[in-house]
């Protein structure tokens, strides 16, 4: 018996240590709830702005209304008034506050302060509101694909506002009371104000007047070609900041197409970061770029700069024809050197390049390049990229990458991979975050991060001279810009679906630079599926020429030569 009783003393002693020591917070929780309402504070965005600070995403004061069942005199009357007040079904919620199922309901969300001051005047019992935060955007449609936008609670749901949630979003405060069973204020009610912190201000290296350009290049492109899209990247090659990056077709962010799922995440897809391609006739950059490095170094399987290349029209390799895009009736692809090979942009000069190098040198510099991996972006949803593993390779895969085939790339990744070709050989990490502005005003700046240095300044010098050819004797020419040096490459590549050519789909491209002996702007314009003329030389060239102008404008450059 003695021990008995000491045994359930014992549980009952354990079960008190237990409530108090371990349940207790929770218990103290619950019951400061049942006699305590929260009215949320919600904290303010943080603004996003350009490198300049031009406000590219805002915030303007709207409220949210609430309403609690059980501090309510006339269900009826109530409803009646806050659907007439914010043109809601009035019945539906008069059946919600009988039903006694909730303890609160959120009436209305980003409610403008007119409705408000009108809420307040008929003095509802059991109805409260708080201010909240609608985000407002500055361009519109402008940088859409990039910005993103957020949920009715002001939630970063893609784009930087998501990949800056934690710096943008803040932390909510509240304010506490007590009251009684049903929730209305007692009399001596305590009143507990928590303070809230707003996010941080964020600055981008986007430069809005660059941006604009784009947009409107990209837009006018759009219309005139007929295409499925246009896409276009402006960098700085000199630290790959992200001047504008610019996709059409495109929507307005502050009237998103919420209640469209399909045609949302269609038009909000940042084409240049999360699809891929095949890039055809621009990445013969890289691969110029690959022999002439390797032939620097001493590799006797390089080709020199004064080679002569053989003016076959067809290469056959693995069994495989490999053919060049011209018929070669015209004499122009006949005793090419590299500089007249990517003038003319010759698909066998650029086969036998890769196939001289072999899969394990080519491949360190295709790695190098950033290709087969994301570039680090800091944007979300960043694709790898498509790039054949060096076990499987076979020499016919391995020729036709030399020149862009059977190989698929982001937008960012050719622009990244060109940038490092042509300024001196440094391949950075590309970002859009130039800065945080803290609440205090401090700046905290970003500062470009070195990743890999795939060539010497030397092959990058020689590369960016060849390239300067294009623009003024070859494929480029409509890039051409009296007084500036420009270099640039042009690519047509056709699509494939279901494993074949797709007939008639083509993927026409530039991607151009200046000035090219130092250059400060890059830019890479894709042109999806185009209608009538599909040549990337006549397509894509003039967007990039274009955007070139105004930037020459806008920053007032002189001319070079």
């Known amino acids: 018996m003695g021990l008995a009783i000491a045994f359930i003393f014992c549980l009952i002693f ?27 504070v919600i904290a303010g965005r943080g603004i996003i702005a350009d490198r300049n600070g031009e406000i590219l995403a805002g915030n303007k004061t709207t409220y949210s209304v609430f309403l609690r069942p059980k501090a309510v005199d006339s269900a009826e009357q109530t409803s009646k008034i806050l659907g007439e007040l914010f043109g809601i079904d009035s019945v539906k919620l008069c059946e919600k506050i009988k039903g006694g199922k ?90 507990v104000y928590s303070e809230a912190r707003d996010g941080d201000e ?36 000199q630290n790959f900041d992200i001047l504008a990056m610019a996709n059409c077709p495109s929507y307005d962010l502050n009237d998103v197409p919420r209640d469209d799922t399909e045609t949302l995440n269609a038009l909000s897809r940042n084409s240049t970061v999360c699809d891929i391609y095949e890039p055809g006739s621009t990445f013969k950059v890289v691969t110029a770029a690959a022999n002439i490095e390797e032939y620097l170094r001493g590799n006797k399987n390089a080709y020199s700069n004064s080679f002569i290349f053989n003016g076959s029209r067809t290469r056959t390799v693995d069994g495989t024809k490999i053919k060049c895009w011209s018929d070669h009736s015209n004499g122009k692809h006949s005793n090419q050197t590299l500089a007249d090979a990517l003038n003319n942009s010759c698909n066998p000069c650029f086969t036998d390049m890769a196939l001289s190098l072999g899969t394990e040198t080519f491949y360190n510099y295709l790695t190098s390049f950033g290709f ?54 440094n391949y ?39 390239l300067e050819g294009v623009v003024t004797e070859g494929s480029g020419k409509k890039a051409y810009i009296e007084g500036y040096k420009v270099g640039g490459k042009t690519g047509t590549a056709q699509k494939y679906e279901d494993g074949h050519i797709a007939s008639g ?41 274009e955007i070139f102008e105004d930037i020459i404008s806008i920053k007032n450059i002189q001319p070079y030569v």
């Not at 932390?171 to 007590?178: A, D, P, R």
């Not at 784009?214 to 090659?237: H, N, T």
């Not at 950075?428 to 240095?453: D, M, Q, R, S, W």
């Open 202 to 237: 964020i600055r981008l290296t986007i430069d809005i007047d660059v941006q604009l350009s784009a947009e409107k290049a990209v837009r006018e492109a759009y219309v005139s070609s007929g295409a499925k899209s246009v896409s276009c990247i402006v960098l700085d090659p």
């Open 505 to 545: 789909k083509y993927v026409s491209s530039f991607v151009g630079f200046f000035p090219s002996d130092k250059p400060q702007y890059l830019a890479l314009i894709i042109v999806d599926e185009p209608q009538g003329t599909y040549y990337g030389s006549a397509v894509a060239a003039p967007i990039a020429k």
């Open 102 to 191: 909730v303890s609160e309901i959120t009436v209305a969300r980003q409610v403008a302060k007119e409705s408000v001051e009108q809420l307040v005047e008929y003095d509802l019992p059991g109805v409260y509101y708080a201010r909240d935060n609608t985000r407002e955007y500055t361009y519109n449609e402008v940088l859409c694909q990039v910005l993103g936008f957020t949920s009715n609670d002001g939630t970063g749901l893609s784009g930087i506002e998501k990949y800056y949630e934690n710096i943008l979003g803040g932390e909510n405060g509240e304010i506490s009371y007590t009251t009684d069973i049903v929730g209305i204020e007692t009399e001596k009610s305590v009143v």
């Open 14 to 40: 354990a079960r008190l240590l237990y409530v108090q020591l371990i349940w207790g917070k929770e218990l103290t929780f619950k019951a400061s709830d049942q006699w305590n309402r929260e009215i949320p």
């Open 372 to 425: 087969g991996n994301v570039t680090g972006l800091d944007y979300g949803g960043e694709a790898l990229g498509m790039l054949i593993p060096q076990s499987l390779v076979r020499n016919c895969d391995l020729a036709r990458i030399g020149f862009g085939q059977t190989i698929a790339v982001t937008g960012i990744q050719l622009a990244c991979a060109v940038a490092s070709a042509v300024n001196g050989g």
């Open 428 to 466: 950075y990490t590309p970002h859009l975050l130039k800065a945080v502005v803290t609440g205090n005003g401090k700046i905290e700046n970003f500062k470009p991060v070195l990743k890999y240095n795939p060539v010497s300044s030397q092959a990058s010098s020689i590369l960016a001279s060849m």
